[in-house]
């Protein structure tokens, strides 16, 4: 992925958090509709990437599409893609598939790292379901299938999951944008999976912890990032000393081999 677009999906992703947070999946089908319609039209897509045009007027192009028709929360996401730089059209239409699911991420998340790993679970559970099935590969590609049937062989196969893996599955078997069902859930699996980082905490240390030491460093960790976090403990002989705490894209390097590094770097300088 070229570098305009891994920064502008990277800033839209931290910018947008708190939406995140207060979306419901109401907004994700939004979304998952707003890029149906940039699909269909390459002249909209160039309209919205086009780095001559200034990002005020990229949205009031947003605006003049949509006017009222979105919630709230789908339009700031949306306007917030359309103000960034894209490397190629397509990237703006894999941006706004990336964030619904990162909406969808978002509402499993109120209930904790069970959240995620259940919706994760529910579809890495189709996608293996699928994969061994010719006959239901075959169902799911039909082009003279409509979506009302896929989505009904889509429940039946998965008749637990919840509401939010419904709705990607859906998405999954109905609008596939190029890819087979199947993979496009493992992509969506993927995402979820990497939103669990910021509720596992990988430790890194010389030597491994005793309970009550793991304890301590839990509820400490827990209290610094704000959440209940699963510790993720790494013995590694070369840290020397000390700790390594990686939570999401967070580091807090404490140990004795990180110190060193950071001499060596100073005296070379």
């Known amino acids: 992925m070229a570098s305009a677009t891994s920064e502008s999906i990277a800033a839209a992703q931290k910018?947008?958090?708190?939406?995140?947070a207060h979306?419901?999946?109401?907004?994700?089908?939004?979304?998952f509709s707003a890029l149906d319609v940039l699909d269909?039209?390459?002249?909209?897509?160039?309209?919205?990437?086009?780095?001559?045009?200034?990002?005020?007027?990229?949205?009031?192009l947003l605006k003049n599409l949509f006017?009222?028709?979105?919630?709230s929360p789908t339009?700031?996401?949306?306007?917030?893609?359309?103000?960034?730089r894209w490397s190629r059209e397509r990237d703006l239409s894999d941006a706004v598939e990336t964030l619904a699911v990162s909406v969808v991420a978002a509402q499993a998340e109120r209930t904790g790292l069970q959240?995620?790993?259940q919706l994760e679970s529910a579809l890495l559970g189709f996608r293996r379901t699928v994969s061994g099935s010719h006959d239901v590969q075959r169902a799911l590609t039909e082009p003279q299938a409509g979506a009302e049937a896929k989505q009904k062989l889509a429940a039946k196969l998965s008749p637990q999951a919840s509401a939010e893996a419904r709705l990607l599955i859906d998405r999954a078997v109905t609008a596939p944008r190029g890819l087979r069902p199947e993979a496009l859930v493992e992509r969506f699996a993927e995402q979820v999976a990497a939103r669990q980082q910021r509720w596992i905490a990988q430790v890194?240390?010389?030597?491994?912890?005793?309970?009550?030491?793991?304890?301590?460093?839990?509820?400490?960790?827990n209290r610094y990032f704000g959440r209940e976090l699963k510790l993720d403990v790494v013995v590694d002989p070369e840290v020397v000393g000390g700790i390594r705490v990686q939570v999401g894209d967070e580091v807090v390097d404490n140990t004795a081999a990180a110190k060193l590094n950071d001499l060596n770097r100073k005296l070379a300088s």
């Open 23 to 31: 979306a419901d999946l109401a907004v994700a089908d939004e979304l």
């Open 204 to 221: 890194t240390v010389a030597k491994d912890l005793d309970q009550a030491y793991r304890e301590r460093l839990s509820t400490s960790l």
């Open 67 to 71: 006017g009222s028709k979105l919630k």
């Open 115 to 117: 959240g995620l790993e």
């Open 15 to 20: 910018e947008l958090e708190s939406t995140f």
């Open 40 to 60: 269909g039209s390459a002249a909209l897509r160039r309209s919205f990437t086009d780095p001559s045009r200034e990002p005020q007027v990229r949205t009031g």
């Open 75 to 84: 339009n700031s996401i949306l306007e917030a893609l359309v103000s960034k």
